[in-house]
């Protein structure tokens, strides 16, 4: 399962607590699992991508900004 690749206007840092997958990160793909960190700048397009049979668990701060909409790309 994925979410939809998406952009918004506030940073955004994810933490992987649990689980595998990739993240999509403008034009880069990377793996992910358990303690890797991934920093997202504003408008960067992105998705994160859980192609494990198990959960992916992940933590998402953000900052707050006047404009908190989210554009979905697809």
Do not use: W
């Amino acid at each position: 399962s994925r979410n939809k690749l998406h952009k918004h206007k506030f940073s955004e840092t994810y933490i992987i607590l649990s689980g595998t997958g990739k993240v999509v990160v403008g034009d880069k793909q990377a793996e992910v699992k358990p303690g890797i960190c991934i920093f997202i700048s504003p408008n960067t397009p992105h998705m994160i991508i859980n192609d494990s049979d198990k959960e992916l668990e992940l933590l998402s701060i953000i900052s707050y900004e006047e404009d908190m909409t989210i554009q979905y790309l697809e």
